[in-house]
């Protein structure tokens, strides 16, 4: 009896074995039609976005480096100095504003004076002396408020006066004048000297030979002449032949000599001398002049440098004092800061000068600033368009932040002044015609779960940001938060990153 029972409950454990591992097979076997059936695709449905109220804006946003503009190196030039260049004082600090008429440097105790002009300070200028670069001299002194004379390409001695009062202005004697000048100068004078005195000695002698009879002298010769007339009315009244003849001699001999007084001495000789002395006297000033044109105040080349404009900025100071000059003592850059951005033709065409850019400082905060000037890009290997944007007035601690950096640098193009309908640009479809659309999705009319689609047709305005502002042509056809397909059947698979950045964002 036991032996049976055992044995049943064998046979039941299989069974219920057999059932179990059956149920578990069933899981997982599937035939092939099941199989063909979960390998189809789901039914594809539209991929919407809402329409949105939303304020588009158009920009071009680049980077750029910070300059300033216009660097120029200052390398005096020192030719006949027969003293070692050494700086001896004035120094100046990069970052230093430098004006017209500011003193450089100073070397072997003189000025370096910067004044504006495009010739460089090539030879050492002096009175006499003709060309381009003294009337550029001239500009520059006139502005400065010393007066020149007439502004043109000659040296006069007015020009040689403002030199002057240009460096006594600045704390330092006038430039030394050429010791053979001088000495050329020195010997003129003296020559001029001696024909002075020559003139006045000759004056004197005329002078005094010109003084002529006394009064009395006058007088005594006229009672002669009436004696002697006397004499001769007596004699003939006597008739005496021989008294008559010696009355008559003695009549003519003192009308002769009161007519001599009469007519004053001959200073014919005196005269003469006169003139030649003045002659000499004249040719003696002559070249006493030509001598003094040189031997006025020059301008030595060691002692001005030109640079095109001012003012500017030292950017770099290659000098101490005690240091021998050699070559550039420092480089001067414009006063204005520039940030130059390097753009494509596309973009340059977006671009005009006098817009608004907007620049980001490295430490934070941003300032806006003009675009001064569009060009085309130059140098070696150059390519695109420079765009320089002008910051105006800084704040030190702007200024520090942005000397030499690389900055972003936005321009915004359009916006469209207030919010708008805007759509993904992945909504806009075009019509047989041309006419641009957008495919609204609609409840379907008598079924809450399904829907319908309708093609409405809209006029595109700004697009920016992904996004397109368009205008329904039908009233009321479009409106805010209605639906627009912008992908299907997998279609958003296809989508810009921009565009998918649209639908993330409405989603």
């Not at 001695?157 to 050329?184: C, H, M, N, W």
């Not at 007519?263 to 006493?288: C, I, M, T, Y």
């Amino acid at each position: 009896m036991q032996a049976r029972t055992k044995t049943l409950l064998i046979i039941v454990g299989v069974a219920a074995g057999a059932l179990v591992a059956g149920v578990f097979a069933g899981t997982r076997i599937t035939s092939p039609a099941d199989a063909a059936a979960r390998a189809e695709p789901p039914e594809a449905s539209d991929v919407t976005v809402p329409v949105e109220l939303r304020e588009l804006e158009s920009q071009v946003v680049t980077r750029g480096d910070v300059s300033y503009t216009g660097t120029v190196s200052v390398e005096p030039q020192f030719p006949g100095l027969e003293t070692t260049p050494v700086v001896t004082g004035k120094v100046p600090d990069v970052g230093d504003k430098v004006e017209r008429g500011d003193v450089l440097l100073e070397v072997v105790g003189r000025p370096v004076i910067v004044l504006p002009g495009d010739v460089p300070m090539y030879r050492t200028l002096r009175p006499g002396m003709s060309g381009p670069d003294i009337e550029q001299l001239e500009k520059a002194l006139d502005k400065l408020g010393f007066d020149p004379g007439e502004v043109d390409e000659d040296f006069t001695g007015s020009t040689s006066r403002a030199v002057k009062e240009l460096f006594q202005d600045k704390g330092y004697e006038p430039p030394a004048i050429d010791p053979d000048i001088q000495a050329e100068l020195d010997a003129a004078d003296e020559s001029l000297d001696l024909a002075e005195d020559e003139v006045r000695n000759a004056e004197s002698a005329l002078q005094a030979a010109s003084q002529g009879p006394s009064d009395a002298e006058k007088i005594q010769a006229e009672h002669d002449v009436d004696v002697a007339e006397d004499q001769l009315e007596q004699a003939k009244q006597d008739g005496d032949a021989e008294a008559i003849d010696d009355a008559e001699v003695q009549l003519e001999l003192a009308q002769a000599r009161l007519d001599e007084l009469l007519a004053g001495p001959d200073v014919s000789a005196e005269q003469a001398a006169l003139d030649a002395a003045r002659n000499r006297l004249a040719e003696a000033q002559q070249k006493r002049d030509q001598a003094a044109v040189p031997a006025s105040t020059p301008l030595p080349a060691s002692e001005v440098v030109f640079v095109p404009s001012l003012p500017r900025r030292v950017d770099e100071v290659n000098v101490s004092r005690g240091a021998e000059v050699d070559g550039a003592v420092m480089s001067i850059s414009g006063a204005d800061m520039v940030v130059t951005v390097n753009v494509d033709a596309s973009t340059r065409e977006l671009l005009k000068e006098e817009m608004e850019a907007i620049i980001d400082l490295p430490t934070g905060g941003q300032v806006t600033a003009p675009i001064a000037k569009i060009r085309e890009a130059s140098g070696d290997d150059a390519s695109g368009y420079d765009v320089q944007i002008t910051p105006g007035d800084l704040e030190d601690e702007q200024v520090q932040a942005l000397r030499s950096a690389n900055v972003k640098v936005t321009v915004p193009v359009a916006n469209t002044d207030g919010e708008v309908l805007a759509v993904p640009l992945a909504a806009l479809t075009a019509g047989t015609g041309g006419e641009a659309r957008v495919e609204v999705q609609r409840p379907a009319s008598g079924d809450d779960t399904a829907t319908t689609t309708e093609l409405v047709e809209v006029e595109v305005g700004l697009t920016a940001e992904g996004y397109a502002e368009v205008t329904p042509v039908d009233d009321g056809s479009l409106e805010e938060g209605a639906l627009v397909v912008v992908g299907g059947d997998g279609a958003d698979a296809s989508l810009t990153p921009e565009e998918e950045a649209a639908v993330d964002d409405s989603e």
